[in-house]
């Protein structure tokens, strides 16, 4: 009877970044539970490859090739989708750099893809979710992929920690605006998952060595770990859950 409430068919779940890393293991594992997924991402390859894993477990799938941060592309592709239930705000980056080194372009950039981008994403999919009409019965749910760096400080990632703590910020902020909807709004804060974009950061030994210092469960994530907790609160199991973290951490935040 509980587990019923894990169930997401019928549900259209829409997915940033989702051609590789965390953003690719979200749309798989979001399938698997039921969902359809419409994904987005730059590179159309790595969608088609996506696609064809997400056909096989008999559900649809939507692909877009689209920059989540040129406006004008994200609101054509939202007017094109018929529904939406789920989002999954997962694009984003990070420079790495010493606070005093940050070059201005990297520090623009990343304010436009991990908070302009992820803000107008979100703003374009409600204004898509309210229309549908029994919208406040069926509930739904956007889910804004932060990082344990909303929450605590790191040595060369203040750009990073601006953007993750703005992002948990706009989450309250929008979880507020938008419970009369039934739409619930959270994010997700891992440590570091073993993905494409972090594996250049994990083969500097030092840098491996301190992070895992740094973790009481003494590794890394796995996508699967991340990507299972995006569908729980993506379910009507976490139905009473809205404006807070799910801190997928190994402990790091709890010291």
Not at 2 to 8: F, G, I
Not at 178 to 186: C, F, G, H, Q, T
Not at 215 to 235: C, D, Q, T, Y
Request: glycine share 8%; charged share 20%.
């Amino acid at each position: 009877m509980y587990l019923k409430k894990y169930n997401l068919k019928n549900k259209y779940a829409l997915v940033t970044g989702a051609g590789k890393g965390l953003g690719k293991a979200c749309s798989i594992a979001l399938a698997e539970a039921g969902a359809n997924v419409i994904i987005i991402s730059r590179t159309s390859k790595d969608l088609t490859l996506v696609s064809k894993i997400i056909k096989k477990l008999k559900v649809k799938c939507k692909t877009y090739t689209c920059d989540v941060t040129n406006y004008n592309q994200v609101k054509s592709v939202i007017n094109q989708i018929p529904k939406i239930d789920i989002l999954v705000n997962n694009a984003g980056t990070n420079f790495p750099e010493h606070f005093t080194e940050v070059k201005r372009s990297n520090m623009e950039y990343m304010v436009k893809i991990n908070n302009i981008a992820a803000f107008n994403l979100a703003q374009l999919c409600t204004l898509k979710m309210i229309k549908t009409k029994n919208r406040k019965k069926i509930g739904g749910s956007i889910i804004n992929m932060s990082s344990q760096m909303g929450h605590v400080g790191g040595s060369i990632r203040s750009v990073y920690n601006m953007n993750k703590h703005g992002l948990e910020g706009l989450t309250k902020g929008m979880a507020i605006d938008l419970a009369k909807y039934n739409i619930r709004v959270n994010t997700i804060c891992p440590t570091f998952v073993v993905t494409p974009m972090t594996s250049k950061f994990l083969k500097n030994k030092k840098f491996k060595r301190e992070t895992l210092n740094n973790i009481p469960l003494g590794r890394f994530a796995e996508m699967s770990e991340v990507a299972s907790s995006v569908v729980f609160l993506a379910s009507d199991a976490a139905s009473m859950i809205t404006g807070t973290s799910l801190l997928v951490d190994g402990g790091w935040t709890a010291k």
